[in-house]
Nanobody
Framework: QVQLQESGPGLVKPSQTLSLTCTVSGGSITTNYFYWTWIRQPPGKGLEWMGA???????YYSPSLKSRTSISRDTSKNQFTLQLSSVTPEDTAVYYCATHFRVIDSPSSLNEYKYRGQGTQVTVSS
């Protein structure tokens, strides 16, 4: 059973860079066909796909966030990381890491992903 766990600061100041890590256990992030994904859900809104990193290290980003988003990985730690720069209060959300056999870039439910973390609240405020 693959398990994912998000970690990172719960409070970030405006204009700073948000950095979150997803630690994966029970499976390798280099396993063929999996796409390791970041999704967020702002308060009162639906899910927003942010981007993904594939088993081979290829990255995919939401066009609306691409200029501020970077997803990387550390295969030695079996982790992948999200960095979102120049944050504003509109970036306040619950952030999830998840994985599936393909890129799901318009999720309506977290259940669409094979495995997912429990989510972590990030608030952008001074």
């Amino acid at each position: 059973q693959v398990q994912l766990q998000e970690s990172g600061p719960g409070l970030v100041k405006p204009s700073q860079t948000l950095s979150l890590t997803c630690t994966v256990s029970g499976g390798s992030i280099t396993t063929n066909y999996f796409y390791w994904t970041w999704i967020r859900q702002p308060p009162g809104k639906g899910l927003e796909w942010m981007g993904a990193i594939a088993h081979d290290g290829s990255t995919y980003y939401s066009p609306s966030l691409k200029s501020r988003t970077s997803i990387s990985r550390d295969t030695s730690k079996n982790q992948f990381t999200l960095q979102l720069s120049s944050v504003t209060p509109e970036d306040t959300a619950v952030y999830y890491c998840a994985t599936h056999f393909r890129v799901i870039d318009s999720p309506s439910s977290l259940n669409e992903y094979k495995y997912r973390g429990q989510g972590t609240q990030v608030t952008v405020s001074s």
